[in-house]
């Protein structure tokens, strides 16, 4: 019940927000599989990563609030909602505030974006992959995420690669906890 108050919330956030004017929407659905490894590692020793028997797919649907045209940057807010199964099984609400550029040095050729996001992250129950990895956890952490896009120039859509993090805050809100998951998906702008 608590989940569909809270989505519900997105739904109206989503409606009331942003400014007179063309309200840009996307749809990000992806999937993947969680590591235990930390997000570092991804980057360090990509080949290395331990990938743990769980699974997540998720939906997520964000809005432009703001532009910066000169800089090609959008600033977004998103809302997901994420489904684990295998060793986690639970449900994960995230709401980050995202800032994409849409202008990297291969443009021309295709269309693609980086971004990253941050907010807060609620999750049905304490994700046992994480009190197993980090020894402890609680329900409400941050979240973050990289992701790359790319996709056909004149496409309404982009395949996507992400980086999902849940994390402690730097302890401002828990000792110990967190996940990194590696994920894919489709995203697509209307």
Not at 62 to 86: C, K, N
Not at 141 to 153: R, Y
């Amino acid at each position: 019940m608590k989940c569909r108050g809270v989505l519900l919330g997105l739904v109206f956030f989503f409606l009331l927000c942003g400014s007179s004017g063309a309200r840009d929407f996307s749809l990000t659905v992806f999937g993947g599989q969680s590591t235990r490894n930390h997000w570092e590692d991804f980057f360090i020793t990509p080949f290395s990563l331990d990938f743990a028997d769980s699974r997540l797919a998720a939906c997520a649907l964000s809005l432009t609030f703001a532009r910066i045209p000169m800089w090609h940057l959008t600033f977004e807010a998103e809302g997901q909602v994420v489904r684990h199964w295998g060793i986690q099984n639970h449900w994960e609400i995230n709401v980050p505030v995202v800032i994409r550029r849409h202008q990297l040095p291969w443009s021309h050729v295709f269309r693609s974006s980086a971004a990253f996001g941050v907010g807060p992250s609620w999750s049905s129950d304490t994700p046992p992959l994480e009190v197993e990895t980090r020894e402890d956890s609680k329900p409400t952490l941050f979240h973050w995420f990289m992701e790359l896009t790319a996709g056909p120039l004149t496409a309404p859509w982009m395949f996507t690669v992400r980086l999902h993090h849940r994390s402690t805050g730097y302890d401002t809100m828990a000792a110990k906890g967190g996940l990194d998951s590696l994920v894919g998906g489709i995203r697509w702008d209307f």
